[in-house]
């Protein structure tokens, strides 16, 4: 059920009981947790173009351990675990880790399963949170618009890079970033959230509703209250850093070099093919041939 529009409720950033400070974790009401599912639908609801785009990449770059840093309930990690990668996968939240480890239980059998490693862990302190193998993982993704939940918290991005650092260090040369945010240039310039969603196939969203909160003439924090059209209440509430994708891109290029190899897809398109994606992705290497590492 929506809220009535009292003057309390028209500044809604958080989910109620979340503290605002610090990177509170804003899943941590178990509301959007419980709702993820019906967000995404079924955990095979990922849309095949996602799939694709992910796997083709992966067998690309030649990929083989993978770290899932915001895994969330587990979706991709399930799926990737399923074809076949070594998946650590890793997320701040404890209730939305929650679904990860009961299908790891519920598939123990499975060796693949078996061999899951899930850690609760902040991109801030990742190498303290997260066992590196030898070397660094393959791939590290960070997919789902999560990054954004990081806000800005002293007004420097310095956050925003210390995480950016930490996903380099976990990487072995020549290994890959896959990352992606909403398309915030679109939110800001038209003041709503498209609807269009490329990485699921949920029937039940009825609406985004979209939030822009400005300090100093400069957009500080966007709002999305995702309205859910089931019986009981699911709507929940989260909130963004509006990163513009050119401060996006300087921040990726400030952690990995300016000569390091980056593409951004348009919701998995070529850029030039899809003017105004819902989603930019994301994919910038590790400077160094991962291939030397073994010769030393
Ligand atoms: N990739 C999953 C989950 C997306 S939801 C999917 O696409 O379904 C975003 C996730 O980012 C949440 O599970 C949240 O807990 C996680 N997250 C937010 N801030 C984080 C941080 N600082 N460190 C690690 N995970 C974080």
Redesign the pocket.
């Known amino acids: 059920m929506s809220p009535s529009p009292t003057a309390d409720n028209v500044l809604v950033t958080q989910s109620p009981g979340v503290g605002a400070s610090g990177?509170a974790?804003q899943?941590a009401d178990g509301k959007a947790a419980k709702n993820w599912q019906l967000y995404?639908g079924e955990q095979d609801g990922r849309t095949l173009n996602y799939k694709t785009f992910l796997l083709n990449l992966l067998k690309q770059k030649k990929v083989e351990s993978i770290l899932d840093?915001?895994?969330?309930?587990g979706?991709?990690s399930v799926m990737l675990i399923e074809e076949g990668y070594t998946l650590t996968s890793s997320?701040?939240?404890d209730k939305?880790l929650k679904t990860a480890y009961k299908t790891r239980w519920d598939r123990r059998r499975e060796p693949s399963f078996f061999d899951w490693e899930i850690e609760e862990?902040?991109?801030?302190t990742l190498p303290q949170d997260v066992r590196k193998p030898v070397g660094g993982f393959d791939a590290v993704l960070c997919?789902?618009n999560?990054f954004p939940?990081?806000l800005d918290d002293h007004g420097d991005l310095r956050d925003h890079k210390k995480c950016f650092k930490n996903f380099v260090s976990m990487l072995k040369p020549g290994g890959i970033l896959v990352i992606d945010h909403r398309n915030y240039d679109y939110i800001l310039k038209h003041g709503r959230a498209p609807k269009k969603n490329i990485?699921y196939n949920s029937k039940h969203i009825s609406d985004i509703r979209t939030q822009v909160i400005y300090e100093n003439n400069a957009p500080k924090q966007i709002t999305l209250n995702y309205t859910m059209d089931v019986e009981e209440d699911g709507d929940f509430i989260l909130s963004y850093q509006p990163h513009t994708l050119k401060s996006f891109t300087s921040l990726l290029k400030d952690a990995f070099g300016a000569n390091a190899n980056h593409t951004t897809y348009a919701d998995f398109k070529r850029m030039e093919d899809e003017p105004e994606p819902a989603f930019y992705i994301h994919v910038i290497e590790k400077p160094g041939n991962k291939f030397n590492f073994n010769q030393v």
């Open positions: 990177i974790d899943y995404i840093s915001a895994c969330g309930t979706v991709d997320d701040a939240s939305m862990a902040n991109w801030l997919m789902g999560s939940h990081l990485y």
